[in-house]
């Protein structure tokens, strides 16, 4: 396995989740990170970015709301999801591609590609 998600579950609306994605990639400090979920019936939608030096992008809904972090050395990527809201429901996915993290998160397919992990927000 190469990227292992992990810290999904049922959480009430308001509350705070950490989502972490650990890779078995080698040179993973080249490598751009991401999340992307997908909520039932909806398609697939990017989340939020980080490149090798740490530079971020997210979608418009979640600014301000979730932060992307990663550990060169733990070969993690943290996705820390504040004030969650109801439509943040989802199966949250983590994906790994070289280049910059706005082309990760606009290119369709990518190089490695987690499981998922369920992240429901209920009132």
């Known amino acids: 396995v190469q990227l292992q998600a992990s810290g999904g579950g049922s959480v009430r609306v308001g509350d705070s989740v950490t989502l972490a994605c650990a890779a078995s990639?080698?040179?993973?400090?080249?490598?751009?990170l991401g999340w992307f979920r997908q909520a039932p019936g909806k398609e697939r939608e990017f989340v939020a970015a980080?490149?090798?030096?740490?530079?971020?992008c997210y979608r418009d809904s979640v600014k301000g709301r979730f932060t992307i972090s990663r550990d060169n050395e733990k070969k993690t990527v943290f996705l820390q999801m504040n004030s969650l809201e109801a439509e943040d429901t989802a199966v949250y996915y983590c994906?790994?591609?070289?280049?910059?993290?706005?082309?990760?998160?606009?290119?369709?397919?990518?190089?490695?590609w987690g499981q998922g992990t369920q992240v429901t927000v209920s009132s």
């Open positions: 994906a790994a591609d070289l280049g910059t993290a706005l082309a990760l998160a606009r290119r369709p397919r990518h190089e490695y």
């Open positions: 990639i080698r040179i993973f400090s080249r490598y751009s």
């Open positions: 980080i490149n090798g030096s740490g530079g971020t």
